[in-house]
């Protein structure tokens, strides 16, 4: 079964994502960090991931990772190297961005977010090294990118790749998510995880405060001052956070939401920042100046339709990348089996009967054996599908 906090995490981060991106407000950063914490929910998942198939699982997530980036690659590339993009063997980046792919110059600014897929790319090469070390050194294996990243602003690293860097910034809250998948943010008492999440918020936010950035408190200038603050929320949002969320899905309308941005997060990350830089100067054209507060709810409207309206035309990709039957809106509630609906009839109707059309025991919830316990004699339960979303964030 979903979790819906998770889900409801994942949508807020993305919503945030795109309104920073409109408007430039640094504050946004600060209130919720939704970076690091899109990473944690991927980590999560990947160790979920690896729990169940093992090394194979790194397959599993590029297979529903790339489609979408080549749908983008598809479109935006041949444009580029019409307008003065060299062609070259770098292009081949594109299909498989190990490191930034090659743009032009208004390229460069529309595909900035392309950084994003770089480092989920590597987390996802990483990790199941990473999940092996932390299974076995926990607490040393998460302090490690953070000191790393800290080694890097105090001067001692001065020559860092910068994707050294980038596991040091956001590689710690993808191992937060392992710690989360294993239950063990949500098992440390309060004694002990408060005290740490005040702590790491207040070094964070000192650093903040005495290394502002060129554009102020902003997160993104930050790296340090970001990874110590996030790290804070993560500790909170999934060490404290309830085990779900049903009421999220009480509204059907807001329901059907949150399970579109997650079902397309992916095409909503690559897709709004085109759109952003290519609204940018023609809204100025008509006067609604990204100063002004109408101007700018005008600009957060559009982005969000013409998201919609891309999203509607390759969003289906996902679908076909996580082999899941293509839908133009997923969300839509999908009618019982017809075999089901036939043997409840039979039956008499009812939950009951369809559980027990189902060939499961009407009277009793459902359960499943642990792994590695005797057999009962019952029938075995299917092990969970592998949840449906690959989670993605920037900003």
């Not at 309830?242 to 690559?270: E, H, I, K, M, Q």
Request: charged share 15%; hydrophobic share 55%; aromatic share 10%.
């Amino acid at each position: 079964m979903r979790n819906r906090y998770l889900d409801l995490l994942r949508f807020l981060a993305i919503v945030r994502v795109v309104v920073y991106h409109v408007t430039g407000w640094a504050t946004l950063t600060l209130v919720f960090p939704a970076m690091s914490v899109m990473f944690a929910l991927a980590g999560s998942l990947m160790a979920a991931s690896l729990h169940r198939w093992g090394p194979g699982a790194v397959v599993r997530r590029l297979r529903r990772l790339l489609p979408s980036l080549w749908v983008l690659a598809a479109v935006f590339v041949p444009a580029m190297l019409l307008t003065g993009l060299p062609l070259s063997p770098k292009v081949l980046l594109w299909i498989f961005p190990i490191a930034d792919p090659p743009a032009n110059g208004w390229g460069a600014i529309a595909l900035s977010v392309i950084w994003y897929l770089r480092d989920y790319l590597w987390f996802v090469l990483a990790s199941p090294v990473a999940l092996w070390l932390f299974r076995r050194a926990p607490v040393p294996t998460l302090v490690a990118p953070y000191a790393l990243l800290a080694a890097a602003e105090l001067g001692l690293l001065p020559a860092l790749p910068v994707a050294l860097q980038h596991f040091g910034l956001y590689f710690g809250a993808w191992l937060l998510g392992f710690a989360h998948q294993a239950g063990m943010l949500r098992r440390l008492a309060n004694r002990v995880l408060v005290p740490v999440a005040l702590a790491l918020a207040a070094a964070g936010a000192a650093w903040i405060v005495t290394h502002p950035g060129p554009r102020g408190y902003d997160l993104n200038d930050n790296p340090l001052g970001n990874a110590l603050w996030s790290a804070a929320f993560v500790l909170v949002l999934l060490g404290r956070g309830p085990a779900s969320a049903p009421w999220v899905d009480r509204s059907a309308a807001f329901g059907r939401v949150v399970t579109v941005f997650n079902r397309r997060a992916l095409t909503v990350y690559l897709w709004h920042m085109p759109f952003v830089v290519a609204l940018t100067p023609l809204v100025d054209v008509v006067g609604w100046s990204h100063q002004d507060p109408v101007g700018l709810a005008i600009r957060v409207v559009l982005v969000f339709a013409l998201v919609a309206a891309v999203t509607a035309l390759v969003g289906w990709v996902e679908d076909v990348a996580a082999r899941r039957p293509p839908e133009l809106v997923p969300g839509r509630a999908r009618p019982a089996p017809a075999t089901v609906r036939a043997a409840a009839g039979r039956t008499g109707g009812g939950p009951g009967a369809t559980r027990a059309a189902a060939g499961r025991p009407a009277d009793r919830p459902d359960t499943a054996r642990p792994v590695g316990a005797p057999a009962t004699g019952r029938a075995a339960v299917p092990a969970p599908r592998e949840p449906e979303t690959v989670e993605i964030s920037a900003g």
